[in-house]
């Protein structure tokens, strides 16, 4: 007797005794890869270990529960020992909004600007000396009438041509004519418009650059003073804003410096030409800004002030306000900061256990009623990895604290256990989840409810799928809803602000949008571990699919005979609550090995025609057993799952081709050596409900066919007499098929047989109303006949009041 059984948690359904020779196998088959407890042991070790690893960081907190903004219903709380005061977050905030409006910007000097400007002053100088000497040439030719003017005005236009300075036609009139008037009269060079503005320029910039232009606009500046570097001299200096310039206020001022010297048209041309050379000498560095306001930042006090051993924090009664909120916060973080290696182990050594135990109770339920599932490490590994990949996702959040703990998609987890077992696997997983994340999330009430609540409606909204639309677009849909209406009572019920709800809404939304995830999950499922789920199911089912459409057209008559099976089993699985998708799919294939030759079953034969006239029938008996094995082939060629191969071994079982035998038994030559193993299907029997359910609508549907003049009680008895003989001959009893299911599947068959034959079928109470009705008929003419004693008949009966 095991440990479980000693203390009464043993199945409550004993496992049918194996047959002989099978008992060493399954000895065998316990310590194998599939079946070895330790490597469950490991695994189950390995989930507590993952889900230990995200516990939360803070060793200790206070203990104390209470709400802002409600009454302290606790008794009167004193400072155990000294501790600081913490800062809000809006309050550290706020101090570093103050510091990066107050840090101001960092600017180096560039002492090569005035040198760069002069360059450019002198290049554009020399730029257009080509351009004026050629102007004033064609000038000279012209007023000498020289034959050379033609040719000068041509040089002339050529290099105004190729001259890159794009003056504007007024500044370039002023220009050429200010120069062949000094030319022409032998004035002084500083005669020339020319080097006048030029000269005003190179006063005017001298004065900026010794004043300082910044290459960034004083409005984006927050700050009245600015932070200039000078790396040549190693000098660092406050500068008041009022005292330098941006590139607009150094325009303004040159314009209005140049409009006191010169006209309006001269003043256009000065500002051309100063557009053309002026940069900033004050170059405003990031880098250096940064790393001052970093530096500012990293000097911010966390916490303000200090509470005195023996204070009185809060006294029972008085109202949680926000700064006795944020001082209770600080004494837990202190706690946590102070607390002692054994206080940490302690606290840590609870948390396990209560984890150990909320695995254990999953580990039972799965253990008591769902046996397939720890008898099979594969599954039983998929099960643990999937609720371990949340609980990982949850720890590595909570690690990091990048995030909202509502992001993690717990949902998940139920859904894909759901789909791939069924609906209770997925809500007793939803509620272990939730209760290890509630952990994992300081012990958070609210989080554990809302996250059950959505979880198990999540569980509800997919136990039934019918099509992907109804997965993709409803379940996440009713996981955020239901979110949203449990947060959101929440946030009421404790009368608290609505920015958590917000911030956390917008964490749910992303969460149900990872719900999308769960079908490559799945699929990816499929293909490790070797499951089948409803999604395949749905796919299989379509008679759409190659290896059925080749069915139809290879072999009509066992076509039509393998959607009648497979009516007849949906309807029966559903009626005892088996998978009556998975059954209806396993009968839509049982049969496909009748396509290699599908001549010799007679639900494809003509009239006339039978292809066993020609056969022995031990001969015959080989050709009708061969169709299992050919199906079992042609299943794993088109790498059809495993359970649906199940289908089609078993769906005959080990019985016998009866009329066969029988017919052999005729012949005296091979009575002496006939045996009815040669006349046996190999097997194996059914070991589930659904495909117990295929045998047995398998065997009737044929037979109900068969029938020439089907009547209800004829019917009645084959449903009887089939079923009764199979559970007699032992085709059942590896499947788990009780008396009260066989009794409700007769009951179906035969509805549904009735409800096929329903046009020749004759029921008893029907020959009964026909009775009744003719008798009826008859006193009602007897009544119209007339008599010679009519009148005395009506006196008589009026008498009696009939």
Same mark, same amino acid.
């Given at each position: 007797?095991?440990?479980?059984?000693?203390?009464?948690?043993?199945?409550?359904?004993?496992?049918?005794?194996?047959?002989?020779?099978?008992?060493?196998?399954?000895?065998?088959?316990?310590?194998?890869?599939?079946?070895?407890?330790?490597?469950?042991?490991?695994?189950?070790?390995?989930?507590?270990?993952?889900?230990?690893?995200?516990?939360?960081?803070?060793?200790?907190?206070?203990?104390?529960?209470?709400?802002?903004?409600?009454?302290?219903?606790?008794?009167?709380?004193?400072?155990?020992?000294?501790?600081?005061?913490?800062?809000?977050?809006?309050?550290?905030?706020?101090?570093?909004?103050?510091?990066?409006?107050?840090?101001?910007?960092?600017?180096?000097?560039?002492?090569?600007?005035?040198?760069?400007?002069?360059?450019?002053?002198?290049?554009?100088?020399?730029?257009?000396?080509?351009?004026?000497?050629?102007?004033?040439?064609?000038?000279?030719?012209?007023?000498?009438?020289?034959?050379?003017?033609?040719?000068?005005?041509?040089?002339?236009?050529?290099?105004?041509?190729?001259?890159?300075?794009?003056?504007?036609?007024?500044?370039?009139?002023?220009?050429?004519?200010?120069?062949?008037?000094?030319?022409?009269?032998?004035?002084?060079?500083?005669?020339?418009?020319?080097?006048?503005?030029?000269?005003?320029?190179?006063?005017?910039?001298?004065?900026?650059?010794?004043?300082?232009?910044?290459?960034?606009?004083?409005?984006?500046?927050?700050?009245?003073?600015?932070?200039?570097?000078?790396?040549?001299?190693?000098?660092?200096?406050?500068?008041?804003?009022?005292?330098?310039?941006?590139?607009?206020?150094?325009?303004?001022?040159?314009?209005?410096?140049?409009?006191?010297?010169?006209?309006?048209?001269?003043?256009?041309?000065?500002?051309?030409?100063?557009?053309?050379?002026?940069?900033?000498?004050?170059?405003?560095?990031?880098?250096?800004?940064?790393?001052?306001?970093?530096?500012?930042?990293?000097?911010?006090?966390?916490?303000?002030?200090?509470?005195?051993?023996?204070?009185?924090?809060?006294?029972?009664?008085?109202?949680?306000?926000?700064?006795?909120?944020?001082?209770?916060?600080?004494?837990?973080?202190?706690?946590?900061?102070?607390?002692?290696?054994?206080?940490?182990?302690?606290?840590?050594?609870?948390?396990?256990?209560?984890?150990?135990?909320?695995?254990?109770?999953? +580990?039972?339920?799965?253990?008591?009623?769902?046996?397939?599932?720890?008898?099979?490490?594969?599954?039983?590994?998929?099960?643990?990895?999937?609720?371990?990949?949340?609980?990982?996702?949850?720890?590595?959040?909570?690690?990091?604290?990048?995030?909202?703990?509502?992001?993690?998609?717990?949902?998940?987890?139920?859904?894909?256990?759901?789909?791939?077992?069924?609906?209770?696997?997925?809500?007793?997983?939803?509620?272990?989840?939730?209760?290890?994340?509630?952990?994992?999330?300081?012990?958070?009430?609210?989080?554990?409810?809302?996250?059950?609540?959505?979880?198990?409606?999540?569980?509800?909204?997919?136990?039934?799928?019918?099509?992907?639309?109804?997965?993709? +677009?409803?379940?996440?849909?009713?996981?955020?809803?239901?979110?949203?209406?449990?947060?959101?009572?929440?946030?009421?019920?404790?009368?608290?602000?609505?920015?958590?709800?917000?911030?956390?809404?917008?964490?749910?939304?992303?969460?149900?949008?990872?719900?999308?995830?769960?079908?490559?999950?799945?699929?990816?499922?499929?293909?490790?571990?070797?499951?089948?789920?409803?999604?395949?199911?749905?796919?299989?089912?379509?008679?759409?699919?190659?290896?059925?459409?080749?069915?139809?057209?290879?072999?009509?008559?066992?076509?039509?005979?393998?959607?009648?099976?497979?009516?007849?089993?949906?309807?029966?699985?559903?009626?005892?609550?088996?998978?009556?998708?998975?059954?209806?799919?396993?009968?839509?294939?049982?049969?496909?090995?009748?396509?290699?030759?599908?001549?010799?079953?007679?639900?494809?034969?003509?009239?006339?025609?039978?292809?066993?006239?020609?056969?022995?029938?031990?001969?015959?008996?080989?050709?009708?057993?061969?169709?299992?094995?050919?199906?079992?082939?042609?299943?794993?060629?088109?790498?059809?799952?495993?359970?649906?191969?199940?289908?089609?071994?078993?769906?005959?079982?080990?019985?016998?081709?009866?009329?066969?035998?029988?017919?052999?038994?005729?012949?005296?030559?091979?009575?002496?050596?006939?045996?009815?193993?040669?006349?046996?299907?190999?097997?194996?029997?059914?070991?589930?409900?659904?495909?117990?359910?295929?045998?047995?609508?398998?065997?009737?549907?044929?037979?109900?066919?068969?029938?020439?003049?089907?009547?209800?009680?004829?019917?009645?008895?084959?449903?009887?007499?089939?079923?009764?003989?199979?559970?007699?001959?032992?085709?059942?009893?590896?499947?788990?098929?009780?008396?009260?299911?066989?009794?409700?599947?007769?009951?179906?068959?035969?509805?549904?047989?009735?409800?096929?034959?329903?046009?020749?079928?004759?029921?008893?109470?029907?020959?009964?109303?026909?009775?009744?009705?003719?008798?009826?008929?008859?006193?009602?003419?007897?009544?119209?006949?007339?008599?010679?004693?009519?009148?005395?008949?009506?006196?008589?009966?009026?008498?009696?009041?009939?």
């Amino acid at each position: 007797m095991s440990f479980l059984e000693k203390i009464g948690l043993g199945q409550k359904k004993k496992e049918i005794t194996p047959l002989i020779g099978e008992k060493k196998k399954k000895e065998q088959e316990k310590y194998s890869l599939r079946r070895n407890p330790y490597i469950r042991a490991f695994i189950l070790i390995l989930f507590v270990a993952i889900s230990a690893f995200s516990l939360p960081r803070n060793p200790v907190n206070s203990g104390l529960n209470y709400s802002q903004g409600q009454p302290w219903r606790n008794p009167d709380l004193t400072a155990p020992f000294t501790f600081a005061i913490q800062k809000t977050d809006a309050e550290l905030e706020e101090e570093r909004e103050a510091i990066r409006s107050s840090t101001a910007p960092i600017f180096r000097a560039d002492q090569n600007v005035p040198i760069t400007v002069q360059t450019r002053l002198d290049s554009i100088y020399r730029e257009i000396q080509p351009v004026l000497e050629t102007y004033h040439n064609w000038q000279t030719a012209e007023r000498q009438s020289a034959s050379t003017a033609d040719s000068d005005s041509t040089n002339f236009a050529l290099e105004i041509r190729e001259s890159e300075m794009d003056f504007t036609e007024k500044s370039w009139e002023i220009l050429l004519e200010s120069y062949d008037r000094v030319q022409q009269n032998n004035l002084a060079p500083s005669q020339f418009i020319g080097v006048e503005i030029k000269q005003q320029l190179e006063l005017l910039i001298d004065q900026l650059m010794n004043q300082g232009v910044i290459n960034q606009n004083k409005s984006n500046l927050q700050t009245d003073n600015i932070i200039i570097r000078n790396n040549r001299e190693s000098t660092e200096q406050s500068v008041d804003l009022a005292r330098i310039r941006d590139l607009r206020e150094a325009n303004e001022f040159v314009q209005f410096r140049l409009n006191r010297v010169f006209s309006e048209d001269e003043t256009r041309l000065a500002m051309e030409i100063y557009n053309k050379v002026i940069i900033p000498n004050l170059r405003f560095s990031e880098e250096d800004t940064q790393e001052r306001l970093q530096a500012a930042l990293s000097d911010v006090s966390e916490t303000k002030g200090a509470v005195a051993q023996g204070q009185v924090i809060i006294r029972r009664g008085d109202l949680v306000s926000t700064e006795r909120a944020n001082i209770l916060r600080s004494l837990a973080e202190a706690r946590s900061e102070n607390a002692s290696q054994i206080e940490k182990w302690v606290r840590f050594a609870g948390q396990l256990i209560i984890i150990i135990a909320v695995t254990f109770v999953f +580990f039972m339920y799965i253990h008591l009623y769902r046996r397939s599932i720890t008898s099979d490490n594969a599954l039983f590994l998929l099960v643990f990895l999937t609720l371990g990949l949340v609980s990982f996702s949850a720890g590595l959040i909570n690690y990091l604290d990048i995030a909202d703990p509502y992001i993690i998609p717990v949902a998940i987890a139920p859904i894909v256990l759901t789909i791939i077992f069924d609906s209770r696997v997925g809500l007793v997983s939803a509620i272990m989840l939730a209760s290890l994340l509630g952990l994992i999330n300081g012990n958070s009430f609210e989080f554990v409810v809302a996250t059950f609540t959505a979880c198990s409606l999540g569980v509800f909204s997919v136990r039934d799928i019918k099509d992907r639309s109804q997965f993709f +677009f409803t379940t996440p849909g009713i996981v955020f809803i239901t979110y949203l209406i449990v947060i959101g009572s929440f946030n009421v019920a404790t009368l608290s602000g609505w920015d958590m709800f917000t911030s956390d809404l917008m964490y749910i939304a992303i969460s149900s949008v990872f719900i999308l995830f769960t079908y490559p999950i799945i699929l990816l499922f499929e293909k490790i571990f070797g499951v089948t789920t409803d999604f395949t199911l749905i796919e299989l089912g379509d008679t759409n699919q190659p290896l059925l459409k080749k069915l139809m057209n290879k072999a009509p008559g066992t076509f039509h005979h393998s959607l009648q099976v497979a009516n007849l089993s949906e309807a029966a699985a559903s009626a005892i609550g088996a998978n009556s998708l998975l059954c209806r799919v396993g009968a839509l294939y049982h049969d496909i090995g009748k396509m290699v030759k599908p001549d010799y079953f007679v639900e494809n034969q003509t009239k006339g025609n039978n292809e066993h006239d020609n056969l022995k029938p031990q001969m015959s008996a080989m050709v009708i057993k061969a169709h299992v094995s050919e199906g079992v082939k042609m299943a794993e060629d088109e790498d059809l799952p495993s359970i649906i191969i199940d289908f089609i071994k078993t769906h005959h079982g080990t019985s016998v081709i009866r009329y066969f035998y029988e017919k052999a038994k005729e012949d005296d030559s091979l009575k002496s050596m006939l045996q009815e193993d040669q006349f046996r299907y190999e097997g194996p029997l059914p070991s589930s409900k659904e495909t117990g359910i295929l045998l047995l609508a398998d065997g009737i549907e044929a037979a109900s066919r068969a029938m020439k003049n089907p009547t209800y009680s004829k019917l009645e008895n084959l449903v009887n007499r089939m079923v009764d003989d199979r559970v007699a001959e032992g085709q059942l009893s590896h499947s788990p098929l009780t008396f009260r299911h066989l009794q409700v599947i007769k009951e179906t068959f035969l509805n549904i047989l009735v409800g096929v034959y329903h046009s020749r079928v004759e029921y008893p109470e029907d020959k009964e109303r026909e009775a009744e009705e003719k008798e009826a008929a008859e006193k009602l003419q007897k009544k119209a006949e007339p008599s010679e004693n009519g009148s005395e008949q009506t006196q008589e009966q009026d008498k009696t009041g009939d």
